[in-house]
Nanobody, 124 residues
Framework: QVQLVESGGGLVQAGGSLRLSCVASGLTFSRHAMGWFRQAPGWEREYVATISWSGAITYYADHAKGRFTVPRDNAKNTVYLQMSSLRPEDTAVYYC?????????????????WGQGTQVTVSS
């Protein structure tokens, strides 16, 4: 059974930083791209970032470019979302997800397993 456990969310002031972690189990982690999505109240789920199976390729949504990075550690079955220069509009529940393939996508439908989410709140 695949499990994804996110952690690291919390309350931070605008301009601050947070690092989210997502630990995966029950799968061959290094064979899959990993992604991050977010959802704010009243909004649809939104793509944030993807990292390929090896970590060599990353993709970012426009709102994340230059502020977020998405490293992974295959030895620890963990993917991270390093967020800096946070804005109030980044407030959302953040989800990590396992992609069906090695290189990933911004399309939510290509992700086959999802974590439970971690709340990030950015105060102004």
């Amino acid at each position: 059974q695949v499990q994804l456990v996110e952690s690291g969310g919390g309350l931070v002031q605008a301009g601050g930083s947070l690092r989210l972690s997502c630990v995966a189990s029950g799968l061959t982690f290094s064979r899959h791209a990993m992604g991050w999505f977010r959802q704010a109240p009243g909004w649809e789920r939104e793509y944030v970032a993807t990292i390929s199976w090896s970590g060599a390729i990353t993709y970012y949504a426009d709102h994340a470019k230059g502020r977020f990075t998405v490293p992974r550690d295959n030895a620890k079955n963990t993917v991270y979302l390093q967020m800096s220069s946070l804005r109030p509009e980044d407030t959302a529940v953040y989800y990590c997800a396992v992609n069906e393939g090695e290189y990933g996508s911004s399309r939510a439908g290509s992700y086959v397993h999802w974590g439970q989410g971690t709340q990030v709140t950015v105060s102004s």
